[in-house]
């Protein structure tokens, strides 16, 4: 912890010219310039516009047929504009690192500059994983299918995450199950129009969308077990083109979240079932597409037993919390998770004092920036934790 904490000055330094000019998913490139450059100055070589603007680097140790551990940062920024009064506010206005995707860099970059430092005590090697588009598309899919996770191959993969909701000086872990699978739903509705006076010659599309959203939110409640967890939410709606005319077509658009695969699996299928019958049936048609997100967050209990060692030995048993229920939210470390045994932990950068109170997606979102020396330092212990265990995860 004493070296991280000696860093923090140039950690601050380096999080603040990332949070100056903030980049949108797949447009980062001037970050994915200053990653490299602060990898240039460690000496660490890495590979550039890995899924267009991302960057893998690797940290050998002394020996590179040893395993291999991934740690991964992402890179992007939201549409937001900042209303913090700090010196280091975002100089692209509408554009914010509002989800503390700046200091996640940053910590990468810390634990990097201490691991490279003592490469050679390291007996196996360490991958560096700093990904695009975490907010938008998700770039944690087109890094794996380029290879982030081979040459050398992969054995384990930790992720961290500012949390607003814990204080500075605290870690947050959660077993099993922590962030929900999505997939956007476009339903459109087919009728036929007439007057609406005479609505007996038409097929009435929006008394339909009305039937079938009654009947879709009945999947959940009738088809899924009430120990699981699943949420089908539709936001919009829109059809119909006079007051006095039958719509002949509605078009609905919304999202689903489950946290287990077969559950998704499941719903989906109903859904798609629910959708085709109840238009038939009352005398028009359907069709339910998908569009498949992000996959569930599920954590290695292992994984998870590694990191809450380290922050036991870091911070003290006081400073460990354990997350009591999984999050419908979504994050794409999930791909990462579902293809190597990882864990994603939360880190504490709360400090009501300072009135730095504001949770992520708000204009008025900071951190307590001694964080940026623990999460460093979290890092490095948890690589000297997954090298020091005994069998495969």
């Not at 590179?64 to 551990?69: A, H, L, R």
């Not at 700046?102 to 691991?115: E, F, N, P, Q, V």
Request: aromatic share 6%; glycine share 10%; net charge negative.
């Amino acid at each position: 912890m004493q070296t991280a904490k000696k860093l923090l000055p140039w950690l601050c330094e380096v999080r603040r010219d990332f949070h100056m000019y903030p980049e949108l998913g797949m447009e980062e490139y001037r970050t994915m310039d200053k990653v490299c450059h602060h990898l240039d100055a460690l000496n660490i070589p890495y590979e550039k516009n890995i899924a267009n603007t991302g960057v893998v680097a690797i940290i050998e140790g002394n020996n590179p047929e040893g395993k291999t551990i991934a740690l991964r940062a992402d890179m992007d920024a939201l549409p937001i504009r900042e209303e913090n009064d700090v010196p280091y506010y975002s100089r692209h206005k509408g554009k914010m690192h509002a989800c503390g995707h700046d200091a996640h860099m940053t910590i990468l970059l810390g634990a990097a500059c201490i691991l490279s430092s003592n490469r050679d005590e390291l007996p196996g090697n360490v991958k560096l994983l700093f990904q695009p588009a975490e907010e938008t598309v998700g770039g944690a899919a087109p890094m794996i299918e380029e290879g982030a996770l081979k040459d050398p191959t992969v054995d384990a993969v930790l992720g961290l995450h500012v949390a607003p909701e814990l204080p500075v000086g605290t870690i947050g872990v959660k077993y099993g199950q922590m962030n929900a699978s999505s997939d956007a739903l476009s339903l459109t509705v087919h009728g036929k129009g007439a007057h609406a006076a005479y609505p007996a010659g038409g097929k009435d599309a929006i008394v339909m969308s009305a039937q079938l959203l009654s009947a879709l939110q009945t999947v959940v409640s009738r088809n899924v077990d009430a120990r699981e967890s699943a949420v089908v939410t539709f936001g919009t709606i829109s059809g119909g083109t006079q007051p006095n005319i039958v719509a002949d077509r509605v078009h609905l658009q919304g999202t689903m979240r489950t946290l287990n695969p077969k559950v998704r699996a499941d719903v989906l299928e109903r859904l798609q079932a629910t959708v085709e019958n109840v238009a038939k049936g009352l005398g028009g048609s359907a069709e339910l597409a998908i569009d498949p997100g992000y996959t569930a967050l599920i954590n290695n209990d292992k994984m998870v037993d590694l990191v809450k060692k380290a922050g036991k030995d870091l911070l003290g048993e006081k400073n460990m919390t354990i997350t009591p229920k999984p999050s419908l939210g979504v994050e794409d470390f999930s791909f990462f998770a579902a293809e190597v045994p990882g864990a994603f932990y939360r880190l504490g950068v709360r400090n009501e004092s300072k009135g730095i109170v504001h949770g992520g997606h708000t204009p008025r979102f900071d951190i307590d920036e001694r964080a940026l020396a623990i999460g460093a330092a979290m890092q490095v212990c948890n690589v000297q934790g997954f090298f020091q265990q005994k069998g495969s995860f």
